[in-house]
């Protein structure tokens, strides 16, 4: 039985003769099924045919995963061996691949290696018990079985493993063909391996002299030799991974427009992901059809999300969290909610069946048991997915309807051959979790367009032109890290004991040759780039690089042309020339005219709340706040009061300072009613603050707050400290009026309140305002510019104390019920500096003048909702600066 192994540097895809006629041809991927003019057949999928005539399936992810949860769980006695197995499935995959007997480890030196080997066996009994098999282990299992030898052709497995080599031997029958690459240099070290265990089984052995004929075999062998090469490479270095993607894109669309198809161009990176959804981004905007081919975790899918979403919406009993965020997902859109509902549910933060019933909001669908059997908890979520029209909603993206697709394919796993077991929705919920996670879809289905690939599946292809991309230091090669369980100290120890692993260095000498082989499949250019800069970090061209002797330019030198529209709007926006045909340039010219004067020194305008809409200060009735809050800022005064701008209402976790404060003020008045003109009320007060504050909670409204009970005993005890405090009421005073209200004038405003409560002492009258805080809030801007210009206690002197008591001492104080004493006391109510603020307002409001122009340490920005409006930042200096 004649079998030839075909021998050469680099994949002479010539050296491949059809063989003797029906000869089977096996690669391991379409493209190099392409080069050779065959249909795409890989080895797996023969093995995997060959073993089902003979009774055996594949485990799926999920059921694979879970019987590996139930051996880790058997072995090491753990209570949540989830994260364990997770740990363990590289490790345990690259054994069986080895083919080796497990048993052969249960005596080994290392208990990790030990544990391994014990839960690998526990593992594949299970399996076997099922007749399945693990992936990993298919092409051992299929070499065994008593195979009718046939003619094949192996070409495009050019880094051949162990167990594909045994498989391959048992399956190549008179007439086969495989070529494997291999020459004089450590890189091939495999590859010899390989020729030698092919040789122990007859295999005859060509080595045909071969010419490098191809521009890529020549480049390739540069980089073997580290002798240059007459043919040049390109290589450039660009500021950052979007502006090389621009630029690859860019040289790619000019080979378009110039005639080449898009199917003799691919772009190579060796961490695809990073570059995936850059490139299709831009892609798009280029016009270039790109291709990404990688596989994305079902869970991180919109149909993964929702589904996710709905489970724990449903488990959770609707609670608001997971339910608004499914109810607000794309793909929940007919579940009924509403611009109306949403408000309503956040304010409050719905809760439970009844509650989003009341919002009009049917969610009885998933009104599921607390448990079900297996059988019927997969009939209730098909049935949720069809109600809620998942499919229709999950069409527009491809990779959606596929997820739908691949979902539903793998649903009935959930049975885990347990259909009529009874569990909890907690557990099916985190079954269905496992099986979104342990499924993929590719993240851009479908077919044509230039393709992003890794290296090592491009062995045997052929392209005119190859772009590499990321050539920086770390990425190309990949660094070697070391695996949770088989660290390398152990594989040295097992290759020592004639076990297939790979060492340290077999993983330097694999990234080593996959590129090698990846700049052979070119056939007139390949050219390298890298991004100087990676997550705001300095990066350095490859190695690999310079042992090919390129030099690298900076991209500036390509001098490309412009490749989008969105380009030649950027070109264009600074100048005078004009876009023919486009009505966005002129507005975006307009929209960077405006933004321009923004960062500039030059004037607020009506971009920055100058907007000359004149108001008369003296017909507004204006509050203490109202009046501060101006001269802390005017914008935002203007965006709260005239704009009437405000966030959305959002029910707090806790009591938020503005509610906090009404409800300790109204606790307090309730406290005090019915004990005006007692002396030294505190006693009375604070027996009766338990029921005042049962009654100020229910006339403000406290919200379900998820801790309340705990915070409203923290809050009771913060009045009692206050009111038992030596310095809540002066000796010998007594409490006349508890929320008093006013209106005056105050030079020239209307103004308006209420004093928290009025006391009469031997020495006039005292206004007491309480605040909730440590410290006496921050005023408005004074001449300086700092927020240190009080104005509450000034206009409550004048407007309410002396209007109300004629000539009668009058000071106000500040008390603070947080630490129970007296922050500062307030004796004069006028001065030159509030008069001229007064005339600042009624000027700001004559004028319609609002600027964006904060205090000095931007206090008044401290708890603004403005700020996505105004965006105050380091621009508003250089404005005052000027």
Known sequence: MKRVVHLSQLSHSSLIEPGKPGAEVFTPHRRAARVIGSPYQPLDREAVRLLRRNGW????????????????????????????????????????????????????????????AEITLVYQAMLHQQ???????????????????????????????????????????????????????????????????LRSRNWEVEEPGTSLTTYGQRIANSFLTGNASEDRSPAHSYPNLEAEVRGVLAQIKELLISGVNPDEIVMVARDDKIYGPTLLSIGWEYEVPVRVLYNFPLDQTRFGVWVRLMLEAASTGFSFEPTIQMLSHRMGQGLGLSAQSLKASRSVHTEGLDGWKSLEIDLSQLDWPESATRTEWVRLLRNILDKTDSRKHAEPWARELKAFEIFHENVDGLLFD?????????????????????????????????????????FGSQYRHVFVMGMNEGVMPAPVNEDPILDFYDRKLLVEK???????????????????????????????????IVNNDESIPSAFMQRMGLVIRPAVELELPLASREEARRAFIGGDAILSGDDVLPAAIRSLEVEAGRESPAAFDEYDGVVGLPLDAGEIQWSASQLTTLGQCPFKWFASKVLLLKEPDEMETELFPSLRGRLYHKALELAFAGLIDVEDPREAALMRLDEAFIQAEREIGIPGLPAWPAQRAEHLQTLRNAIGSADFIEAGSRVIHTEMTFQSVWHGLKVRGS????????AGIDLIDYKTSASVPPGAKNEDGDAKLDLQMPIYIHAAGSSR??????????????KAEVLERVEVADSPELQAFAERVKRHLKDGDYPVDPDNERKACTFCEFDLVCRQGNRLDRKRSA
């Open 57 to 116: 399936e594949m485990a799926t992810g999920v059921v694979a995963r879970r019987n590996l949860i139930a051996a880790v769980k058997q072995v090491l006695k753990l209570d949540e061996p989830s994260p364990v197995a997770a740990r363990m499935t590289p490790s345990m995959q690259a054994l069986l691949r080895t083919g080796i007997d497990p048993n052969n480890l249960l005596n080994y030196q290392s208990e990790r290696v030990r544990q391994l």
């Open 498 to 532: 004639g076990i297939g692993l790979e060492s340290a260095a077999d993983v330097a000498r694999r990234e080593v040759l996959s590129f090698y082989l990846m700049i052979g499949i070119a056939t007139e250019r390949i050219s390298f780039s890298y991004p100087r």
């Open 418 to 458: 347990e259909a009529e077991e009874i569990v909890t929705i907690e557990t099916f919920a985190a079954d269905v979790t496992e099986l979104l996670s342990s499924l993929t879809v590719p993240f851009q289905p479908g077919v044509g367009g230039v393709e992003l690939h890794t290296p090592e599946v491009l």
């Open 805 to 818: 008591f004629p000539g009668e001492a009058i000071t106000g104080i500040y008390y603070s019920l947080k």
């Open 131 to 197: 007749r399945l098999l693990d992936p990993s282990e298919a092409l051992w299992h299929a070499s065994r079985l008593k195979l009718n030898r046939k003619p094949i052709v192996v070409y495009g497995y050019f880094r051949p493993r162990i167990d594909e080599l045994a498989f391959i031997d048992a399956l190549a029958g008179e007439g086969s063909r495989f070529l494997v690459p291999c020459a004089d240099h450590s890189i091939f070290r495999e590859n010899r391996k390989a020729l030698e265990f």
């Open 755 to 762: 004093v928290d409560r009025v006391d009469r002492t031997s």
